[in-house]
């Protein structure tokens, strides 16, 4: 076989970005040839989201834009994997005549068998089943196939055991396991040998890390904290009942442990979240922000909301902008509700009319960018450190995030700034932007 080039294309959260990482590096190990060109490529990858109806919809709209493609050249080889491969599973190869290959998130390591076997045997392959056993599973540990980035993602458990009434996770993620500290230690440190300051550490549900195995993310946190060589370290995304006493401790006493953390509330309403299935009410909620704040008085916050679940009344809906005005968020990631089907909630009846969802999401929105614009505001003429990643969407400069995980761009920075940790002079903030000057060096501003 010649050697062929490979493109991969992600949609969805950070999970899915250190899956299309691994799969690009078990490919290019396994012969494959990395093209930047989605549409020069001869095998094209879309790692994908389900978690809403407009994720998936994106999927679609795009593997309709690859057809003209694949009739220019029948032997170009589409596939698609991720959330909506494993819900969809066989009913995508049906209702798209020119995919070749649909595979969910548990057979991310599989890539390349799964690949070949399309390429080689020229057949369709569907792949779908989820893993079954135990609470623990292995992974080979990470093989470096690129540079190492001053930032990295990395996956420690997959699943969720929760079932909240909207969420589509246990069902294409299947139930919790961990991969066990060893496995995890090795990764970081192949990381931090390559030039990693800071590890962002994922699961769907990761404060349950470990659960059923005898280890625990604190645990984890702890002796990752001990690696030479490791600045910062990040976890996401935490589920309010399960965060308990002993992480919550953790912050403001060890040093590597950045003080932000993302902590979905999705409403502020007990008769709402008790139709989600949260598993708390918001007093419990709004005690666990005190606590960090207690622990770490300047912890960052950041949280989910979902505005418009079935039900929801006005009375409802202000409940959860009480909790807004309350908290302050650092940042939120505001939603409507999505009925994703294979849910609870998707046969609920009392669906909000589509007009009463926009009215209340522009709501919370313009609060959450006034709440940003504020803390943003109070930065200015202060120095902050910020481990600057990469050079910026315009290629003007580089940019990179404090420990509160504020994105700061850092207007005099160049290539040899990448990786390091900096102290930046605030000047600038333009509503949710922060920029400045790394402090002592000439104020040369690049230009296009």
């Not at 690696?227 to 912050?251: A, K, M, N, W």
């Not at 009463?356 to 505001?377: D, F, H, M, T, Y």
């Not at 509503?431 to 040369?444: C, E, I, W």
């Amino acid at each position: 076989m010649s050697q062929r080039s490979i493109h991969i294309k992600t949609f969805g959260c950070q999970m899915n970005v250190y899956d299309s990482d691994r799969m690009g590096g078990l490919l290019t190990l396994g012969g494959y040839l990395w093209e930047p060109d989605l549409r020069k490529a001869d095998v094209i990858l879309i790692n994908t989201c389900s978690i809403r109806d407009k994720s998936e919809h994106k999927v679609l709209s795009l593997l309709g834009q690859l057809k003209p493609l694949k009739d220019e050249n029948p032997k170009k080889v589409i596939g698609v994997s991720g959330c909506v491969g494993q819900r969809l599973g066989r009913s995508l190869l049906q209702r798209v005549p020119h995919l070749d290959l649909v595979f969910g998130p548990d057979s991310v390591d599989r890539v390349k068998e799964l690949v070949d076997e399309v390429v080689l045997n020229g057949r369709r392959v569907l792949e779908t089943k989820l893993e079954e056993g135990g609470r623990a599973y292995s992974q080979p540990t990470h093989v470096p196939t690129r540079p190492s980035r001053p930032a990295e993602y990395l996956t420690i458990m997959k699943g969720c055991d929760h079932f909240c009434t909207y969420c589509i996770v246990p069902f294409v993620r299947g139930r919790e396991k961990s991969r066990p500290i060893h496995e995890i230690l090795e990764d970081v440190r192949g990381f931090v040998a390559g030039g990693t300051k800071e590890v962002t550490f994922l699961g769907q549900n990761i404060n349950t890390y470990g659960k059923g195995t005898g280890e625990t993310l604190a645990e984890l946190i702890e002796k990752t904290h001990a690696i030479p060589g490791l600045e910062r370290i990040r976890y996401v995304t935490s589920h309010p009942r399960d965060l308990g006493e002993d992480l919550i401790s953790q912050f403001g006493k060890l040093e590597k442990l950045c003080p932000s953390l993302h902590l979905p509330f999705q409403s502020g309403s007990d008769r709402i979240l008790k139709a989600m299935s949260r598993l708390y009410t918001r007093d419990e909620y709004l005690l666990k922000i005190e606590k960090l704040r207690a622990a770490c008085p300047a912890i960052a916050l950041s949280t989910d909301v979902i505005v418009g679940f079935p039900g929801e009344t006005d009375e409802d809906f202000e409940k959860t902008v009480e909790v807004l005005n309350r908290v302050e968020f650092s940042m939120a990631f505001l939603f409507k509700y999505s009925p994703r089907p294979g849910t609870r909630a998707f046969a609920l009846s009392e669906e909000i009319p589509e007009v009463v969802k926009e009215e209340r999401l522009a709501r919370v929105q313009q609060l959450s960018l006034r709440q940003i614009e504020r803390e943003n505001g109070r930065l200015l003429g202060t120095t902050v450190q910020c481990l600057v990643e990469s050079i910026d969407k315009k290629g003007l400069c580089y940019s990179g995030r404090t420990v509160h995980n504020k994105l700061v761009h850092v207007l005099n920075s160049g290539p040899s700034c990448q990786g390091k940790i900096l102290d930046v002079e605030v000047t600038e903030t333009n509503g949710s932007n922060v920029k400045g000057y790394f402090a002592g060096a000439p104020r040369v501003v690049r230009t296009a």
